[in-house]
């Protein structure tokens, strides 16, 4: 029974088993009148409610869809990117205007069509392969292309993206396509990409981009079996254009010169700008080291030509470093640019507008001495070095004029080593300078110890770069000099190299000056090798030039040394300097010396450097050569007599070069064609035609040719051997003929 | 604890003897009774007779509960003798809606003490908004007291309501019992079983418990659409549809606010707690099954772990809507309550107007439409 029920029978007495009585019956069907009525109640209001809000639902819904779909074609209208969609057959179902302007049509007169409606059937097949391939992958596919808009004509890079649709009941509805301009964002890209990897003054790669370019072209360079050079390249004399005309000038110079150093590259090559006025090149496909001097010279030439800034000429050069790869050991990027940087040093301190290579080999060697500095430091606490001493003379009068000290290592294991094997170890380190004191200090011992002895001699010392630019070097020596009191300082001379980076011109100056007071003079060593030498000359207090062996060794035999030998000893005299010639080392080279006017010689013909303590025994038994008595320096209208001589002795030395396979081709056999033939038939004859021994002179000239040619006539039907054997034949002519040209001055 | 309950009408008086052992100053007599108490005038006076020491507290209804039994024009009343338990009792004269939260505040205050655990609330009926003076009454009272009651009520009339203040029913009244010790055991439950209808409706106009539109659209306006024929019982009809409010807090789920009143003139309903303005509420309708279910949840969800043995007393506070919604069914709702309590348990209460319980997170709040339960025992 229902519950309800039950409880109304209860409420009256009454129960399901007993039919009630009329009192109680008629209490009871109101009772169940009423439930009847709330029940119709119930159900009324409930099917209202249900009915009213089931209508409200359905409006809610209408107006949300209808919402809905006005916001997203406003959306779709409105939006800049393209979008379409496509059934899998490629039939265009949507579209938007964006998309339509692609077409160059209304929305309308797409959808329905196909691609094969609008394009080529080959593009349409292209377009319809995406599709499918979208559709296959079952997700979405980027792609970026170009397009032209086919309204207005204009071109946009567009990113699109594809994804394959659904519907609810998975069902394949097709590809929905959203495209979207990137033309002004990949623009963007590549100008940041630009920033990130160029110089902004310049616009040349920087660091970064030669990094990776340099990676690539080591990568390519051991693909294809090639060699590449890097050139590390520092303008010379930048500094003092940024600081005497600004920086906006040296900025403009800067752009200048990097873009004629780039045009002087070839195109796979890179130029970058690494910073303040450095540069690094990598020369790329490089068959051999040889073929990249062309192109090295192109970089010298386009840095230091003259170039016109804010009406001023100006002009730099450059000082470049090359080294190349791949190398005989492993070689990263890094190593590569230090090895470029290192040799750019060297070209600077060679004397810049060059460029210099990187030797390997020095350089491991170096590398292999490295912890020899300390073994150095050692031998100089272990007292194990000592001064050798190399006189230097007057050769026309047999004066001893002094001496320079010469440091040796007697080394406990190696033995006695040159300066050389040690050197050029510390050159940059501050070890170099305490050395160069140890060498000023025991020469002035042993100065001391001479004059206690007796006997006095100036002696020279070589200071090196960094010792001389050291704070304390006027200071330090005026103190040695209070230690020796009886060491005259005019005694002692101070020996500079030319080469040594003397980068400060001006503090050197001033030091050098210091010392001239307290009476110290200064000689520059290895005099001409450096591309400075006229501004040394110039700006340096120097007393004295000392002309590099390498010029003393090759006079007689070249003429082009000679003449700038003869350039020196000019120079020299114009600007009231002392001369002395390093590296005698033949009686012959002290003949033309003496001739050229030079008296004062250093080398192995006179002595060799030796140990202190055979110095005076040597000064008082030595005796200049006799072939370098009676040697007047020969007048300058004789000069050419001179050089007539050196012009033959390189001209037999090239025949017998020749015969010995030194030489690929013989000088001129024409007697009136060799330099010295020329001598004879222009100055020779006008000066000397009347003298007995020019004809002696034309007679051997003409022997010296006609054996000569016998020789080669030799040399050429295969009997080298017996041509050989008939050089001392053709050495007598010559030297014959060089005897009648002394006598040719002599008469003079 | 001792506990008797006892039932009078004009027609039988007292069901049982009353007990004048049980009457002391620390004896609480819960009375809830007609709102016209004129035929019931004799009873009254038997108990003023009888329990004059006891603290009284009680209201007017829209029916009494005793037992299992629902009842009209009677009262119903239960008398508790604390053993180990004190009770002080608070009263508010509130004569405005307006200055419902002061009430609520002012109660607090006069039963402040460190040892108060349970405040049980009954309060005028019609001049009281419920959710301000909950707010009141939460200012101030610490967080672990359980605060439980409900409003008067005045049968499906909504004319005028009383409540016992010194043992004399007067309208525009809120009391307040307040039961100290930690002896006194007391456990809560509240539910109502009513399902959303319609769509989400947002509350474009309201200025506190008045209700002026939805969705921009007058809300008596949508009301008298639902209720067809039916608009003309409002404002009771009006009962069968309650707003759903949605918490801030998910926890809290839906609060659901009742119909006290409708203005034709404006076109507006009062209902027994604020409607927030801009918030977004639903319409409700009843389903006899989950209305009976939900006060078996009730009663399920009153913990009674610790009570052990002896006198249990459970106060049902049931909405006047549920009773318009069963209408001869609402008994079932009173069975199933019974059916989820103890044997030991004595059940009295009323249908009221509003009903006052925690929600989920601890935070009381006002209620409508749900059925509330307060159990009392000593342990």
């Known amino acids: ?748 | 604890m001792q506990l008797s309950t006892y039932q009078y009408s004009s027609a039988v008086g007292w069901n049982v003897p009353l007990n004048a052992e049980l009457d002391s100053e620390n004896t609480l007599l819960i009375i809830f009774g007609a709102a016209d108490l004129e035929p019931l005038k004799a009873g009254l006076d038997d108990l003023r007779g009888v329990f004059r020491c006891a603290l009284w507290i009680g209201c007017s209804t829209a029916g009494e509960i005793y037992g299992s039994t629902l009842n009209d024009n009677t009262l119903t009343v239960a008398v508790v003798r604390f053993s180990k338990t004190t009770a002080r009792l608070a009263a508010y004269q509130n004569t405005h809606a307006a200055s419902s939260f002061q009430a609520g505040a002012s109660l607090a205050n006069q039963l402040a003490a460190p040892d108060l655990k349970a405040v049980f609330v009954i309060s005028d009926g019609l001049s009281v908004n419920g959710s301000e003076l909950v707010k009141g009454l939460s200012s101030r009272l610490p967080k672990g007291v359980i605060v439980t009651g409900g409003l008067a009520g005045d049968g499906s009339r909504f004319q005028q309501t009383w409540v016992m203040v010194d043992k004399i029913a007067q309208s525009d009244y809120i009391t307040a019992v307040g039961l100290y010790g930690e002896y006194l055991g007391v456990s809560h439950g509240s539910q109502g079983g009513w399902d959303v209808l319609g769509p989400k409706r947002e509350v474009t106009r309201a200025q506190g418990n008045v209700l002026f539109t939805l969705d921009g659209q007058p809300a008596l306006e949508l009301y008298k659409k639902y209720l067809g024929e039916r608009a003309a019982g409002l404002p009771a009809t009006g009962l069968l549809f309650p707003l759903a409010i949605r918490n801030e807090l998910e926890e809290d789920g839906l609060t659901v606010r009742t119909i006290l009143a409708v203005n034709e003139e404006d076109q507006s309903i009062t209902f027994a707690g604020d409607i927030p303005q801009g918030g977004v509420v639903q319409l409700m309708r009843a389903n006899f099954d989950r209305l009976i279910d939900g006060a078996a949840d009730a009663a399920k969800s009153i913990s009674l772990s610790d009570f052990v043995e002896g006198s249990l007393l459970t106060v049902a506070i049931s909405c006047v809507g549920r009773r318009l919604v069963l209408s001869q069914r609402v008994e079932e709702e009173i069975e199933a309550v019974l059916e989820s309590l103890p044997h030991a348990n004595r059940l009295i209460g009323y249908y009221s107007y509003g009903e006052l319980s925690p929600l989920a997170s601890g935070r009381c709040d006002l209620h409508n439409q749900t059925m509330t339960l307060t159990s009392f025992w000593e342990k």
């Open chain 1, 1 to 748: 029974m229902h519950r309800l029920l039950s409880r109304q029978l209860r409420k009256l007495g009454l129960d399901a088993e007993h039919a009630p009585d009329a009192t109680s019956w008629s209490k009871l069907l109101p009772i169940i009148e009423q439930t009847y009525l709330d029940a119709d109640l119930e159900r009324y209001t409930l099917e209202r409610s249900l009915a009213i809000s089931s209508e409200e639902m359905q409006a809610l819904y209408q107006r949300q869809k209808s919402s809905y779909e006005a916001r997203l074609h406003t959306l779709f209208a409105t939006i800049q990117d393209p979008i379409w969609l496509k059934d899998p057959e490629g039939i265009y179902l949507a579209c938007n205007p964006m998309f339509a302007r692609l077409f160059g049509v209304g929305e309308a007169d797409i959808i329905g069509k196909s691609d094969y409606d609008f394009f080529d059937e080959s593009i349409a097949d292209d377009f319809h392969a995406k599709d499918l391939q979208v559709i296959e992958a079952q997700k979405s596919c980027i792609d970026e292309e170009w397009v032209t808009f086919a309204d207005d004509g204009h071109r946009a890079l567009l990113e699109t993206v594809q994804t394959p649709m659904w519907d609810e009941t998975g069902k394949l509805i097709g590809v929905l396509g959203i495209a979207r301009d990137i033309t002004e964002r990949k623009q963007h890209e590549q100008q940041l990409d630009h920033i990130a990897h160029h110089d902004a003054l310049t616009s040349l790669p920087n660091r970064v981009l030669l990094a990776d370019r340099l990676h690539q072209a080591m990568t390519q360079a051991q693909r294809r079996g090639q060699r590449l050079a890097v050139a590390y390249l520092d303008l010379d004399g930048f500094k003092n254009i940024n600081d005497s005309h600004g920086h906006d000038v040296g900025d403009q110079l800067l752009m200048i010169v990097g873009q004629r150093m780039k045009q002087a590259l070839r195109e796979g090559d890179t130029l970058a700008r690494i910073g303040g006025d450095e540069f690094v090149a990598v020369l790329q496909d490089l068959t051999d080291i040889e073929s990249s001097v062309p192109m090295l010279n192109r970089l010298l030439a386009a840095a230091s030509q003259p170039i016109e800034v804010s009406n001023l000429v100006l002009q730099v050069s450059a000082s470049l470093g090359i080294t190349f790869y791949p190398q005989s050991v492993e070689m990263d990027a890094d190593q590569l640019l230090r090895q470029a940087d290192q040799a750019m040093y060297q070209a600077k301190l060679a004397g810049k507008n060059r460029y210099h290579l990187f030797d390997i080999q020095q350089d491991s060697n170096i590398r292999g001495h490295h912890e020899s500095i300390g073994t150095i430091r050692r031998g100089l606490s272990g007292r194990e070095f000592v001064l050798y001493y190399q006189p230097k003379v007057n050769m026309r009068t047999g004066a001893v004029i002094g001496a320079e000290a010469l440091i040796r290592w007697q080394h406990p294991e190696n033995g006695l080593l040159p300066s050389g094997e040690f050197l050029s170890v510390i050159e940059d380190h501050p070890l170099a300078v305490e050395i160069g004191e140890w060498v000023i200090d025991t020469a002035l011992t042993q100065m001391s110890l001479w004059h206690q002895a007796g006997w006095e001699i100036p002696v020279s010392v070589n200071v090196g770069a960094l010792q001389l630019q050291d704070a304390r070097f006027v200071t330090n020596l005026r103190d040695m000099f209070v230690a020796h009191p009886n060491v005259k300082p005019s005694l002692l001379e101070i020996e500079v190299q030319e080469t040594s980076a003397l980068e400060d011109i001006t503090r050197v100056s001033q030091v050098m000056a210091a010392c001239r007071e307290i009476g110290v003079s200064f000689a520059l060593d290895d005099f001409g090798t450096g591309y400075s030498s006229l501004t040394y000359l110039k700006r340096l207090p120097v007393s004295r030039l000392k002309i590099d062996q390498s010029f003393v060794r090759n006079m007689l035999d070249d003429p082009d040394d000679l003449a700038i030998l003869e350039g020196v000893l000019a120079l020299a005299t114009a600007f009231n300097r002392d001369v002395i010639a390093e590296g005698v080392e033949t009686v012959e080279s002290g003949v033309m010396l003496l001739q050229l006017g030079c008296d004062y010689a250093q080398g192995y013909v006179i002595a060799r450097p030796m140990p202190s303590h055979e110095m005076i025994a040597w000064a008082a038994s030595w005796h200049p050569d006799v072939a370098w008595a009676d040697n007047p320096p020969v007048s300058p209208d004789n000069r050419p007599i001179l050089f007539a001589e050196v012009e033959h002795r390189a001209w037999v030395a090239a025949i017998a070069a020749f015969l010995e396979g030194g030489r690929e081709i013989p000088p001129p056999l024409d007697p009136h064609q060799c330099r010295f033939g020329l001598w004879l038939d222009s100055d020779g004859i006008a000066h000397h035609k009347t003298q007995p021994a020019f004809q002696a002179i034309i007679t051997l000239h003409h022997q010296v040719h006609t054996l000569s040619k016998q020789l080669l006539a030799l040399h050429a039907q295969g009997k080298n051997a017996e041509a050989l054997m008939q050089l001392d034949e053709l050495h007598k002519l010559r030297d014959a003929l060089l005897a009648q040209l002394k006598l040719l001055l002599d008469e003079v």
